[in-house]
């Protein structure tokens, strides 16, 4: 691809990635450190430089280091956010070149061949990204050679730049763990006094390649460049977004919603092609004083049919503020999920379900679609865990609760009331009502599940009674026979 140009390969290495990812938003004066749950025990993930003085270090369990240093601040890592991390600042790389890798989980791989000349050479390149990143808070180590494997070695070993076509004269005093292998390889090395790479390159290769197979020796080949490594770049995810300039400002709804009508049918056609559906659109509306107005859609289920959310745009439309006129239009599906084809019969078209996710999505941009919920049954037969309560853009109907007698539509927190025995007693009162039982179907035992702590159940086992009053109130009574009392928890229709 380069022809007639040296391989370049600058690696870097970010050795406090997790902690000063968490300082950058909200710095400590203190000694800070991540932890992570290992073995059952908490451990320290990443330091920050106070906490490396005290004399805490990366692995150290969590009780030690508060013995050595009461002032330690510290929170679980969020494994999951350090990788969005790394992968921002591997987007912001490209910015050296289009060729940029992830290396581990707190490093980046970048091949710089043929593009160092466009910032004044390799030493320009390499100050231009250590001045960015620390404004931005971020300790790097940068490694600078021929291939992946020595860049990535002087990186993390001894930061430097190894001349080109001597990779071996760079990385010869460094230990044969720096040509990334196992530290139970690096340990049978060190035991038969392999203890550099020096020593390894000039070593007998057919014994070490019995004793250790050839991943060993590809190491060092590839450190060395006698075996090519390639650099994968990360795939842009792609992007789904339109936008249309007007030739004359509008401001009429009509007007707003027939351009809104283009657009989403263009964008329809890319969500088709890439199989998946927008669950949160934005309309951005510029107007010719450059100010935007941005209508928010967040859809009940992922759609891609322009026919179908057309309609959901009205009300937002609606409310824009046109002032004296709008000269662009942009549409962007900011959140999108996995959509298969379907096959389409008459018997789908204008579904029940379809009607009732715009439904929700209509009242969804009133009060919130994480607002409207839905009850699913859960697995188990206390009352009050019988059931979850989930919002019904991000869930399915979960079917029939799994119960041998029927339970009340109304639940509440049981509320006692007079009575004596294990039979529901004939006269009470309940909620300033007075009441004559007329029927009472029962008992059915319920244990409580001894493997949650709940002081609700503390009384024991409760024996639940479907009592038909002569006023007309169906009650849902149990009795408890560890602790006699009798309670009210629910109403039947």
């Known amino acids: 691809m380069f022809d007639g140009l040296n391989r370049r390969v600058v690696s870097l290495w970010f050795p406090k990635l997790a902690s000063e990812r968490v300082l950058r938003v909200r710095p400590v004066e203190a000694p800070f450190a991540l932890t992570i749950l290992q073995s059952n025990a908490n451990r320290l993930y990443c330091l920050n430089s106070r906490a490396e003085r005290h004399g805490l270090h990366r692995g150290m369990s969590y009780s030690d280091a508060r013995a050595f240093c009461p002032d330690l601040v510290s929170v679980p890592v969020d494994l999951h956010g350090v990788q969005r991390f790394q992968h921002v600042l591997s987007r912001w790389a490209t910015r050296y070149c289009p060729w940029v890798g992830l290396e581990g989980n707190d490093g980046l791989v970048l091949d710089v061949t043929g593009a160092a000349h466009l910032f004044g050479g390799e030493c320009g390149l390499l100050n231009d990204i250590r001045q960015r990143l620390g404004r931005a808070g971020i300790t790097v180590r940068i490694g600078v050679g021929d291939t992946r494997g020595a860049a990535w070695a002087l990186a993390r070993y001894r930061e430097g730049v190894a001349s080109a076509g001597d990779m071996l004269g760079a990385l010869e005093t460094l230990p044969v763990a720096a040509l990334r292998l196992t530290e139970q390889t690096d340990q ?16 007998a ?12 020796l590809m190491r060092l080949d590839q450190a060395l460049g006698n075996q090519p490594e390639d650099i994968s770049p990360l795939k842009t ?18 007007d707003v919603m027939a351009g809104t009508e283009r657009l989403l049918q ?16 934005n309309l951005s509306l510029r107007r010719v004083d450059q100010e935007s107005q941005h209508i928010e859609l967040r859809l009940a289920r992922p759609l891609r049919d322009a026919a179908r959310i057309l309609p959901l745009f009205e009300r937002g439309v ?21 959509l298969p084809p379907q096959q389409v019969s008459h018997a789908r078209n204008g579904s029940h379900k379809d009607k009732l996710e715009d439904l929700v999505t209509r009242l969804g941009t009133r ?5 409207i919920q839905r009850f699913l049954p859960a697995d188990s037969h206390i009352p009050e865990r019988s059931f979850i309560i989930s919002p019904a853009a991000y869930s399915e109907p979960g079917g029939v609760w799994n119960s041998a007698r029927p339970r009340p539509v109304m639940l509440f927190p049981p509320e006692p009331i007079a009575g004596q025995g294990a039979q529901p007693p004939d006269f009470f009162r309940w909620r300033r009502m007075s009441l004559a039982t007329g029927r009472a179907t029962g008992p059915e035992r319920i244990a409580p599940e001894w493997w949650f702590s709940d002081d609700n159940w503390r009384s024991g086992v409760r024996d639940y009674w479907k009592v038909e009053t002569k006023q ?7 009795y408890t026979p560890q602790n006699p009392g009798w309670f009210v928890q629910g109403e039947f229709a």
């Open 205 to 216: 290769r057919a014994p070490l390649a019995r004793r250790f197979g050839r991943d060993l």
């Open 367 to 371: 009060i919130g679609i994480e607002n």
């Open 237 to 254: 995810p792609p992007h789904y977004g339109v936008r249309m300039s007007l030739p004359e400002p509008i401001g009429l709804v009509s």
């Open 266 to 281: 263009r964008l329809c056609l890319s969500l088709n092609a890439g199989q998946v559906g927008a669950r949160v659109l």
């Open 472 to 478: 007309g109130r169906r009650l849902w009574l149990f």
């Open 318 to 338: 609606a409310e824009v503020d046109a002032g004296y006129g709008i000269d662009q239009m942009r549409l962007e599906a900011v959140r999108v999920e996995p």
């Open 188 to 203: 049978a090395l060190q035991r038969l006094g392999l203890r550099s790479v020096g020593d390894l390159a000039t070593a």
